[in-house]
C-alpha cells in the first residue's frame, strides 16, 4: 500500500540503467527557458517596480532608467553565455569561484548560492501572492500569507515527482505570461507612441532642472540608487549555468540557447515595463502593485457592447503575472540541490545531498530548501520589499565573484586567447556594474534586511568549514588505512585455489564500496573473528548514482568500469590467500534496497552465506555523525535480518 501511495504522489521509479533514461529526464532549451528562465523573467514583477519607486519625484528620469537596465541584462547575460562555454560541466558561479578564485572564494560562491535559491522561492511565492492579491477585497488580505504556506508546500510535493515533470506541468502558465505582457507592452508603447518626443524632451528638462538645482552628482547619485535598488531585476541569469546538469546534450549549445531565450525576454520586459509606468503616468497605489496600476492604467475603461473586456484583461494579466512568479520558485528546487550537490561532492556539505531518489531527483536538497524558503516566509511574514533586498545581496555576491574570477582567467591567459580583450571587456563590465550593485544595495539596505541575510550567509559559510574539516580528518584517517592495506598484494599468483567455489561451504559475502584499507581491514577483521572458517568469498558493491556521475551515458560507464577493477582486486588478493572468490555490482540511485537484492540471491545460491558489513565509529558519537555519516550498514543488517540473513557489522575505527 505503502510504494502504491508513493507511486501515486510522486511518480514510478526511473531505472538509471535504461540508456534513454538521459532523453526523458534532461530539458530541451525551451523547457529550459521555462524552468531555469521564469526566475529571470518573473523578476520583471518586481525589480522594476523597486527601481521606479527609487527615483522619488524624478520619473522622467526612468527613461534611462530603462535603458540601462537593458544594457545590464544583455552584458550579464553575454557573460554567462561565456561562462557555459568554459565551464560546459556545470556548476555555475560556485565552480568557478572555486577554480578561478580559489576554495575559499567558491564557498563563499556557493554559500551565497544556496541563501539565493531558497530565497528565489520565498520571494517567487509572495510576489505572486501580492499580484493575485491585488484583485481581491482589503478583507481577504490576512489570508494572504497562509496561502504562501499553501504555495510552498505544493511546488516542494511537485518538484520530488522529478525535474521534466514539474517543468512541463507548468509550461503553459509560462506561456500565458509571455503572451500577455508582450501585448501589454507592445500595447502601452503603441497607444502612447506620439507621446514618446515629449516624455524624451521632458526626461531632459527634468535632468538639466534637477543638475542646476541639486547639482549633476546629487542626480546620478539617484539615478545610480534607482538601478542598484532595482538590482533584484537581474536576479535568475545565473540559473542557467548552474543547472546546465539537467539540460539536454549538447548541454553547452543548450545552455547558449536557453541564455539567449532569457536574456531577450527579460530585457524586452523589464525595459518595456519601466517605459510604460512612464508613459501611463503611473504611480503607487496602496494594496497594489505597480504592474497592477500599469494595467488598470492601460484596460480598466475597455469596453466592448457593454461588457468590459479591460477587467478581464486585467484579471488574466496579474493571475498570468502571479502564475509566473509561482513558476520561478522552480528555478530555486532546481538550482539549489543542483548547488547543495555539488558543494556535498566536494566535502563542504553533507555528502547525503549529493543522493537521488528513484524519481533521480537530488530530494535531500528539495526538502532542505522548501524548509529554509517557509522559514524565510514565516521571518518576513510576506514583505516583499524586505526579502528582495535579502534575495539581491546574495545574488550579486556570486555576481560579482563569478566576474571577477572570469576577468583574472582573461587577464592570466592573455597570451593563449586570441580574443581576450573583448572577453575581458565583457566580464570587466560586469564586474564593475555587480560590485556597484552590491556597495549600494548593502550601504542602502542593511537595516531593512541587508544585516540578516549577512548573518544567515555567514553562519552557512562557517558550517560549511566545520563540516569540510571533519571530512578532512575522517578522509586522513583513511589514507593512513589505504597506504597500510591497500600496498598488500593484489596478484592473482600461483596457490590460488582451483575449481569452483562449493556451495555448501561456509560463505563470507562481503558489502564493500572501493578498493580500500577499509576493505582489507573487513577481511582481516573476519579472519581475526572466524579464523580458517569461510571458504568462499563473495564481494558485493552497489555503484550509486548521484548528482555527481548522473551526468551522461559515458559517466555511468565510467563508474561501472571503475567498480568492476576494484572488485576484481578483492578477487584476487583473497585468491592470492587461498579462498575461492567471486563478486556481484549492481548500478542504482540507493544502495541499502539493492544490496537486500543481492545479498538475498546470494544466501539463495550459499545457504551458509553471512553477510558483513563495515561502519564507522568515533571514540565520542555527537550528534552531527549521523547526518555526515549515513547509516548504510545498520540499515543494511535490519532489512536482511527480517528476511532471515545473518548480518554482521564490523566496527572500524577511524578517529
Not at 509550461?171 to 518626443?197: E, N, Q, T
Not at 536574456?263 to 504611480?283: C, D, K, Q
Amino acid at each position: 500500500m505503502w510504494r502504491k501511495l508513493r507511486e501515486f504522489f510522486f511518480g514510478r521509479p526511473k531505472d538509471v540503467n535504461d540508456p534513454e533514461i538521459f532523453q526523458h529526464v534532461s530539458l530541451i532549451a525551451f523547457l529550459a527557458w521555462v524552468g531555469l528562465g521564469a526566475d529571470g523573467l518573473s523578476s520583471s514583477a518586481y525589480g522594476p517596480e523597486q527601481a521606479f519607486e527609487a527615483l522619488k519625484g524624478h520619473s522622467h528620469l526612468g527613461i534611462l532608467l530603462a535603458l540601462m537596465t537593458a544594457i545590464t541584462i544583455v552584458v550579464i547575460s553575454i557573460a554567462y553565455s561565456n561562462l557555459i562555454e568554459h565551464f560546459p560541466g556545470g556548476g555555475g558561479g560556485y565552480l568557478v569561484a572555486s577554480k578561478l578564485l580559489g576554495k575559499d572564494a567558491g564557498v563563499i560562491s556557493g554559500c551565497a548560492l544556496l541563501v539565493d535559491y531558497f530565497l528565489t522561492i520565498t520571494v517567487s511565492v509572495v510576489a505572486g501572492c501580492d499580484a493575485m492579491w491585488s484583485l481581491f477585497p482589503p478583507w481577504m488580505v490576512p489570508y494572504k500569507v497562509p496561502a504562501e504556506f499553501i504555495a510552498l508546500i505544493f511546488l516542494m510535493w511537485l518538484n520530488m515527482r522529478g525535474v521534466k515533470e514539474s517543468v512541463t506541468f507548468i509550461a503553459p502558465i509560462f506561456m500565458v505570461f509571455v503572451v500577455s505582457h508582450f501585448f501589454i507592452i507592445v500595447f502601452a508603447i503603441g497607444s502612447h507612441f506620439m507621446d514618446l518626443p515629449r516624455v524624451v524632451t521632458d526626461a531632459a528638462t527634468d535632468f538639466q532642472s534637477a543638475s542646476s538645482t541639486m547639482g549633476l552628482g546629487a542626480v546620478l547619485m539617484i539615478l545610480l540608487r534607482a538601478y542598484c535598488m532595482g538590482g533584484g531585476t537581474y536576479t535568475g541569469i545565473e540559473a542557467v549555468s548552474n543547472g546546465l546538469g539537467i539540460l539536454r546534450e549538447p548541454r553547452v549549445q543548450t545552455g547558449k540557447k536557453t541564455m539567449f531565450l532569457m536574456a531577450g525576454s527579460l530585457a524586452f520586459t523589464a525595459g518595456g515595463i519601466l517605459l510604460g509606468y512612464l508613459l501611463t503616468n503611473a504611480t503607487p497605489v496602496p494594496g497594489k502593485t505597480m504592474n497592477a496600476v500599469l494595467v488598470e492604467n492601460l484596460f480598466a475603461t475597455w469596453m466592448i457592447g457593454g461588457f468590459a473586456v479591460g477587467k478581464w484583461i486585467v484579471v488574466v494579466s496579474l493571475l498570468s503575472e502571479a502564475a509566473l512568479l509561482f513558476v520561478a520558485a522552480q528555478t530555486g528546487f532546481l538550482g539549489g540541490p543542483q548547488v547543495l550537490a555539488n558543494m556535498a561532492v566536494d566535502s563542504w556539505m553533507p555528502h547525503r545531498f549529493s543522493q537521488l531518489s528513484d524519481r533521480l531527483v537530488t530530494q535531500n536538497g528539495v526538502y532542505l530548501m522548501g524548509i529554509a524558503a517557509l522559514g524565510a516566509l514565516a521571518y518576513s511574514r510576506g514583505h516583499i520589499t524586505t526579502l528582495v533586498v535579502m534575495y539581491s545581496i546574495n545574488v550579486f555576491v556570486t555576481f560579482t565573484l563569478t566576474e571577477l574570477g572570469m576577468s583574472r582567467r582573461w587577464i592570466v591567459e592573455r597570451k593563449n586567447v586570441p580574443n581576450w580583450k573583448s572577453l575581458l571587456a565583457i566580464h570587466g563590465t560586469g564586474l564593475v556594474m555587480c560590485l556597484c550593485i552590491l556597495l549600494v544595495t548593502l550601504f542602502e539596505k542593511f537595516m531593512e534586511g541587508g544585516w540578516m541575510t549577512t548573518i544567515v550567509t555567514g553562519a552557512t559559510i562557517g558550517l560549511c568549514y566545520l563540516i569540510r574539516n571533519h571530512y578532512r580528518e575522517v578522509q586522513s584517517s583513511f589514507k593512513r588505512l589505504d597506504e597500510l592495506l591497500t600496498t598488500l598484494p593484489v596478484a592473482n599468483e600461483p596457490g590460488a585455489p582451483a575449481g569452483e567455489m562449493q556451495r555448501n561451504a561456509p560463505t563470507a559475502v562481503v558489502l564493500v564500496n572501493r578498493w580500500s584499507g577499509f576493505g582489507i581491514h573487513q577481511l582481516l577483521s573476519i579472519q581475526r573473528l572466524f579464523p580458517n572458517y569461510f571458504k568462499n568469498f563473495i564481494f558485493v558493491t552497489v555503484g550509486v548514482v548521484d548528482s555527481g556521475n548522473f551526468k551522461g551515458a559515458a559517466e555511468i560507464d565510467g563508474l561501472e568500469a571503475k567498480i568492476k577493477d576494484d572488485l576484481e582486486k578483492y578477487v584476487a588478493w583473497c585468491r592470492h590467500h587461498g579462498f575461492h572468490a567471486d563478486y556481484r555490482m549492481e548500478i542504482d540511485i540507493e544502495v541499502v534496497r539493492k544490496a537486500q537484492e543481492i545479498c538475498r540471491d546470494v544466501a539463495k545460491e550459499f545457504p551458509r552465506a553471512i553477510c558483513f558489513a563495515g561502519k564507522l565509529i568515533f571514540q565520542e558519537e555527537r550528534m552531527y555523525h549521523d547526518i555526515l555519516h549515513n547509516e548504510t550498514a545498520a540499515s543494511i543488517q535490519r532489512q536482511l535480518q527480517f528476511d532471515g540473513i545473518q548480518t554482521i557489522i564490523l566496527p572500524i575505527r577511524v578517529l
